[in-house]
């Protein structure tokens, strides 16, 4: 991706916005899926992974991850990436110092593709 992005930081560089917010469009396409993901009670310092299916995701692609909100639970996190073509792992990273067990929900991918 750090090629994909170099022509657009010049435009940046040279205050060419509107050019470089062009090149992004371009060059960018956003994927997005939804999923119902129940996990398991996670024990201190311990993950947890889960997938979901974003058509058109490949390997190396950029994930943003959006828990509902019954699913945050305090020194919790959530991380994704692109495991497998179409695949998203959405991972429960426990830092607490009890075990994690949140509510089952729809957790939303936003997968930045370059074309």
């Known amino acids: ?9 010049n435009k940046l560089r040279r205050d060419d916005l509107e050019t470089a917010k062009q090149d992004i469009l371009n060059n960018i396409t956003l994927l997005t899926g939804t999923s119902t993901l129940n996990f398991p009670d996670t024990a201190t310092g311990l993950s947890a992974d889960l997938t979901m299916t974003v058509s058109g995701a490949v390997v190396g692609d950029y ?13 919790t996190s959530y991380t994704g990436w692109v495991s497998a073509s179409n695949t998203v792992t959405v991972r429960l990273n426990n830092y607490s110092a009890g075990s994690a067990n949140p509510s089952s929900g729809s957790f939303k991918a936003l997968v930045f593709h370059n074309n």
């Open 63 to 75: 994930v943003v991850i959006a828990p509902p909100t019954g699913s945050i639970l305090a020194n």
């Open 1 to 9: 991706m750090k090629a994909l992005f170099d022509p657009i930081l």
